[in-house]
Every structure is written in C-alpha cells, then in structure tokens.
C-alpha cells in the first residue's frame, strides 16, 4: 500500500492551510465542493483520518469513522437536493483508478443526468 502523504492538497484543506466550500462536517468527515465541478452537483466527501485509499480505511478505521463516512454521502445528497433526482458516488483508487490526490474521498455528482456507467476506453 502507498504510505500517506500528508502534503496532499486534501490534508492541506483538513489542516486549514487552503480554503474550501464547506458543505458539512461532523467528528470524522467534511463533505466540500469539488474545485473543478464535473456535474452541477459535485461534491467531495473525505473521512478526516489520514487514509490514502479503502484499504487502509478498512483496516485502520473505526466503527465510528466507517459510519460518519457512510452517512455522510446521504447527507449532503439530501443537502444539495438531488436525492430524489439521482446522483452517482464515485472513488478513485490508485493508478488504474486515477486518483490523483491520496486521501481516500468519495465523489458524489449529480444535478443532470449522468449517463452510462464507465465510459468505453
Ligand atoms: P481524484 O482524481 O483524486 O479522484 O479527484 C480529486 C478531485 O479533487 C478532483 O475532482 C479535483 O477537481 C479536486 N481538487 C483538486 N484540488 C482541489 C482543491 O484544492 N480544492 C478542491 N475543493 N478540490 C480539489
């Protein structure tokens, strides 16, 4: 597994280095608005721990931690409006997943209609 990396542009944010578009927080999790929107809805969900991908939040996690995350997601789609419309989460994971910041988060996109699945590579 990769290590953490704590100068990752999310850790930066979770230190209050950079600034965010908050949309919810509780002890474990922030949910903020993604600073390049993919959707008109697209906000990024992220456990505050220091875990790099589901693995490692798998294995080091807290029960709290594991259902902060999950609640989270439902939260701010009803935040933003889109529960009843539809959304789609998304995590990137490693190299072939395309992540390019190593702070385990979950996309949750939504507004318009998204389309299939995985585009065709
Ligand atoms: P990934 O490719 O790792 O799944 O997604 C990283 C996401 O972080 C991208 O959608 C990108 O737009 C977003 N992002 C990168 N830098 C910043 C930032 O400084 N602030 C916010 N709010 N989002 C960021």
């Known amino acids: 597994m990769m290590s953490y990396?704590?100068?990752?542009?999310?850790?930066?944010?979770?230190?209050?280095?950079?600034?965010?578009?908050?949309?919810?927080e509780d002890d474990h999790t922030l949910a903020f608005?993604?600073?390049?929107p993919?959707?008109?809805?697209?906000?990024?969900?992220i456990p505050k721990g220091n875990y790099v991908d589901w693995s490692d939040f798998a294995s080091n996690a807290s029960q709290e931690e594991h259902s902060a995350f999950t609640k989270m997601i439902g939260h701010?789609?009803?935040?933003a409006g889109i529960n009843d419309s539809g959304y789609r989460i998304i995590s990137n994971i490693g190299n072939d997943g395309h992540q390019e910041v190593r702070h385990l988060h979950i996309h949750v996109l939504?507004?318009?209609a998204i389309g299939p699945m995985v585009s065709q590579r």
């Not at 930066?12 to 908050?22: A, D, F, T, Y």
């Open 76 to 79: 701010v789609a009803n935040l």
């Open 5 to 24: 990396d704590p100068s990752n542009i999310f850790a930066r944010i979770l230190r209050g280095e950079l600034p965010c578009k908050k949309i919810a």
């Open 38 to 45: 993919q959707m008109p809805v697209h906000i990024l969900v």
């Open 110 to 112: 939504g507004g318009a």
């Open 33 to 36: 608005e993604d600073i390049s």
